[in-house]
Nanobody, 122 residues
């Protein structure tokens, strides 16, 4: 069993930056693929980024080049650095843990955090 707790959300102006953190409890954090998803009001939850090995980061087209996912296995933590934020990035951001090789679909992930709100003003 894995419990995930996100933090770092908030209100920021367009062009600004935020860093989200997600701390995992439980064993074998390094064996999980960690993902970030987001859900805007009235929309489906969508993939943002995923990471297993440090060299295999994967991003949605909408955030590639602006967001960076990273992890610190010693701290059981995954991060999402978000730069050049846009109003369309406004959403609740969720951290998720899945098996090695988990891809971009919500159903690929077994554990979810409670979410953290990110609001980008224009």
């Amino acid at each position: 069993q894995v419990q995930l707790v996100e933090s770092g959300g908030g209100l920021v102006q367009a062009g600004g930056s935020l860093r989200l953190s997600c701390v995992a409890s439980g064993r074998s954090f390094s064996s999980y693929t960690m993902g970030w998803f987001r859900q805007a009001p009235g929309k489906e939850r969508e993939f943002v980024a995923r990471l297993f090995w440090s060299s295999d980061a994967d991003y949605a087209n909408s955030v590639r080049g602006r967001f960076t996912i990273s992890r610190d296995n010693a701290k059981n933590t995954v991060y999402l650095q978000m730069n050049s934020l846009k109003p369309e990035d406004t959403a609740v951001y969720y951290c998720a843990a899945g098996p090695a090789g988990a891809w971009r679909r919500v159903y690929n992930y077994d554990y979810w955090g409670q979410g953290t709100q990110v609001t980008v003003s224009s």
